[in-house]
């Protein structure tokens, strides 16, 4: 029962004082709905981060050329990757679940009257399922086709739309290079990576692609796909050792070949993406530790203002700790009641940032949470200096008050 007349004496004081109460809230609810934001902002960015890495394919390795030069001077990319070392990787290395010798180049590909200068990858059947492609429409390349130099070809949406418009793309006969490919699969769209966009361009054998279209001899990279679970750091670190020995690499020199280690990439891109979450928390947080010192500031004008009642209830019996409690709850509630509504106010902001901007954002209910935890921490932290001054006041001092 005693708690509830706190309540109810703490609730009249601060309606009593509607506009500066608000006004000691309002830099809470700045400071909750500035977190809120940040870190929505902050998870959207990692996921998307991350959504695009894995876009590119699941425990992926990536072996491309080395570079060429000395003295520290590099003059371009060694020619140096084979068939034979993809075959060599797909025979001795374990835990590996496919391998796709990749080619690419750039070229002009004709429907008709149209025409585009996009990029043309020659790769495996593999390389859709290792790259993470889904099909829309039709199939992809068998390795049978793969061995036999068929003229198949797999397109992008984009480029069907560019080419074809609404026409339906499967069967279609386009021209790269003025030779005729069959269109025999349609992807999904994965969305434009930045960097290249994977909806616009053509997949055809690498065979077809080295021999037909291009006149290569060496391969321009060899992706491989470890099995679920296994442990890309030793599949990378027997690569390592089949290649070195297949191209006769001394003990002494370095690699004439780099791989890219999909599962390192997302570690790196995963901290550097949480570092930067945490920065944006830390500088919102700020507001909100400006909003706790207006809080108390607040306060101690709210325990001067009262200092005679407060010696009217101490010589009617009303301990310190009663007086404690009262004014430290009113701190306590006057937090609360900003965090609840700068929660509101942080995940529409969040919100409206996400529809009009190009900042993809995810308000996460870890994030609701820990912005109302510091927001009580807040009010506890900031309320108890001024709560402790009230119930340390003399009763008599207080009762001659004016």
């Known amino acids: 029962m005693y708690f509830f007349i706190i309540i109810k004496v703490s609730l009249k004081s601060l309606w009593a004082n ?43 390795l990536m072996i491309r050329p080395g570079q060429r030069g000395t003295g520290g001077v590099m003059s371009g990319t060694q020619q140096n990757l084979t068939k034979e070392d993809a075959e060599a990787i797909l025979r001795e290395v374990p835990n590996v679940l496919s391998v796709s010798p990749v080619v690419q180049n750039r070229a002009q590909v004709k429907y008709y009257d149209k025409n585009t200068y996009i990029s043309v990858l020659g790769a495996t059947g593999p390389y859709i399922q290792a790259r993470n492609f889904e099909l829309d429409k039709g199939r992809g390349f068998s390795d049978a086709e793969t061995e036999g130099m068929a003229r198949v070809a797999i397109i992008g949406p984009t480029t069907a739309t560019n080419l074809m418009g609404e026409d339906d793309p499967i069967g279609a006969i386009v021209k790269i290079k003025g030779i005729n490919f069959k269109v025999v699969g349609l992807t999904k ?38 099995t679920p679970g296994s442990d890309l750091t030793k599949i990378q670190n027997k690569i390592t050792e089949v290649l070195r020995l297949r191209h006769r690499t001394p003990e002494e020199a370095d690699n004439d070949f780099s791989i890219g ?109 820990l912005a109302m935890t510091f927001a009580v921490a807040v009010g506890v932290f900031f309320g108890y200096y001024p709560a402790r001054r009230a119930a340390l006041l003399n009763p008599i001092d207080a009762l001659r008050y004016e």
């Open 18 to 60: 509607k506009l500066r109460s608000f006004l000691a809230v309002l830099g809470v609810i700045i400071g909750v709905s500035a977190v809120i934001a940040m870190l929505a902002i902050g998870a959207g960015t990692r996921d998307q981060v991350v959504g695009r890495l894995k876009a590119m394919g699941t425990d992926l």
């Open 189 to 226: 769209s994965k969305g434009d990576q930045g960097w290249f966009n994977p909806d616009d361009q053509v997949i055809v054998p690498y065979t077809t692609a080295m021999q037909q279209l291009f006149g290569l001899t060496r391969l321009s990279e060899i992706d491989v796909q470890g």
């Open 261 to 369: 280690n999909q599962a390192e990439i997302l570690e790196t891109l995963s901290t550097v993406t949480r570092a930067m979450t945490i920065l944006l928390g830390s500088v919102g947080s700020i507001s909100l530790i400006v909003g706790g010192i207006g809080i108390m500031n607040i306060m101690l004008v709210t325990v001067t203002e009262r200092t005679r009642e407060i010696g009217v209830r101490k010589a009617i019996g009303a301990r310190d700790r009663d007086i404690l409690r009262q004014f430290l709850f009113e701190a306590v509630v006057m937090s609360c009641t900003g965090g609840l509504i700068g929660v509101s106010v942080g995940v529409g902001v969040a919100k409206m940032i996400g529809a009009m901007t190009q900042f993809t954002t995810v308000v996460h209910p870890q994030s609701v949470i």
